[in-house]
């Protein structure tokens, strides 16, 4: 939240005052939310900008002093008027068979970053930035470096110790993963998949399907395994041990020995 209230601040400009905030100017920064750095964002995520004003704003006419001052003078806005339409919920889903024939279709080297993020239920980011010196084998768990700037664990599964092994005999350096041409590849083989509109972020999706369809768990420990919960210094060890998100992971079904690219190398 802070990240985007920062990216407002940016945006309007921050010798803005309250009083020239009205629906205009609103109306100019959903087009610029769209237009910007950044056009692929979704009216989704242009509502979530535009929710965080909307509070900001509210809880600055509660403000006693501000009241007296007539430059916080707030205009009314019609909120409604400038909510996005957001599409129906998209239905994610790769069944074994089909995530096999898409990690067949890419470099190896990309191949096993679309299997580490389905086995370890991580992020693009979380996979790209992840090192060696953050996976502790003895403990069956390594850390990523998660949204929010800080590090998060993630539960070593058989699945998932076998795609190390693999990425260690074609590691070139600190990193663990080599993303190179990851976007061409991606988008080629999603495209030759008849899976135009899939995400590297569904991968995520098709984790928490699989856990919940093969290692039967509950929605708030699938939320555990993909990271989803705030973890605190007190219960981190406790979560990377936890039997049951591993007992899940080692659960879901193996396609990384039918894969045919890794099968070459």
């Known amino acids: 939240m802070e990240l985007r209230a920062n990216q407002l601040i940016t945006l309007l400009g921050e010798n803005t005052l309250v009083m020239d905030i009205d629906d205009d100017r609103v109306a100019d920064l959903v087009v610029e939310l769209f237009d910007g750095p950044r056009k692929e964002r979704s009216p989704a995520t242009v509502n979530r900008h535009v929710s965080i004003l909307s509070k900001a704003l509210t809880l600055g006419k509660k403000h006693k002093e501000w009241k007296k001052d007539k430059r916080h003078q707030f205009q009314v806005?019609?909120?409604?008027?400038?909510?996005?339409?957001?599409?129906?919920?998209?239905?994610?889903?790769?069944?074994?068979?089909?995530?096999?024939m898409l990690a067949e279709m890419v470099p190896p080297h990309i191949s096993l970053a679309i299997l580490w993020s389905i086995y370890a239920g991580c992020r693009l980011n979380e996979t790209a930035t992840l090192t060696w010196n953050r996976i502790f084998r003895d403990g069956q768990y390594c850390e990523v470096f998660?949204?929010?700037?800080?590090?998060?664990?993630?539960?070593?599964?058989?699945?998932?110790?076998?795609?190390?092994?693999?990425?260690?005999?074609?590691?070139?350096?600190?990193?663990?993963?080599?993303?190179?041409?990851?976007?061409?590849?991606?988008?080629?083989?999603?495209?030759?998949?008849?899976k135009p509109e899939f995400r590297w972020h569904d991968l995520r999706h098709v984790s928490g399907t699989w856990l919940r369809q093969y290692g039967k768990l509950d929605l708030k420990a699938v939320g555990r395994g993909l990271g989803h919960s705030n973890i605190t210094t007190t219960d981190r060890y406790a979560h990377v041990a936890d039997n049951e998100l591993l007992t899940a992971f080692n659960a879901l079904p193996d396609i990384i020995s039918e894969v045919q690219t890794l099968q070459h190398m």
């Open 77 to 100: 806005i019609d909120w409604g008027e400038h909510r996005q339409k957001e599409p129906k919920e998209r239905t994610v889903f790769l069944s074994p068979i089909e995530a096999r």
């Open 146 to 194: 998660a949204k929010g700037g800080e590090f998060r664990p993630v539960v070593l599964s058989q699945a998932a110790i076998k795609i190390l092994e693999t990425a260690e005999s074609m590691s070139k350096g600190d990193l663990v993963f080599d993303l190179t041409n990851r976007r061409k590849h991606w988008e080629a083989a999603r495209d030759h998949a008849g």
